[in-house]
């Protein structure tokens, strides 16, 4: 309810014809790879097809396994997610991106028990 007062991060949820209306974006990952989305479900999706070692875990926004960081550009979520995301994080298996993005990788898997759950 106070999420706004506790720093808690807020994600913009797109609708069905907000995802339809999105043009095809490219993708770069730790500063190297650069792939492209097309209309795929999910960031998670386009990097799993390209072959990338991302994890991921329930794909349903609420694990936390498929967690990376946005460096630059926007994303939008095409599902509501349960999992406590703080400041420049995203959950790549339900998001997309809104015009071409730079993401990083966490060089370690994030621990969900050490998050309060809330959503959002
Ligand atoms: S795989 Fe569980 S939140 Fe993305």
Known sequence: MFDWLLGKKKVKLLSAQDTNKL????????GQGL??????RSLLDVLDKAGL?????C???NCGACIAYLIKGEVGYVKTVHF???KNE???CSCVP?????IALPLHPIDP?????SSY
Do not use: C, F, T
């Open 53 to 57: 070692p991302v994890r991921s875990s």
């Open 113 to 117: 028990r050490k998050r309060k759950r």
């Open 90 to 92: 995203l959950l790549m």
């Open 23 to 30: 043009l095809k974006a490219s993708i770069k990952v730790d």
């Open 59 to 61: 794909r349903n926004g």
């Open 98 to 102: 809104i015009g071409d993005i730079e």
């Open 84 to 86: 406590p995301l703080e």
């Open 35 to 40: 792939y492209v989305w097309q209309h795929e």
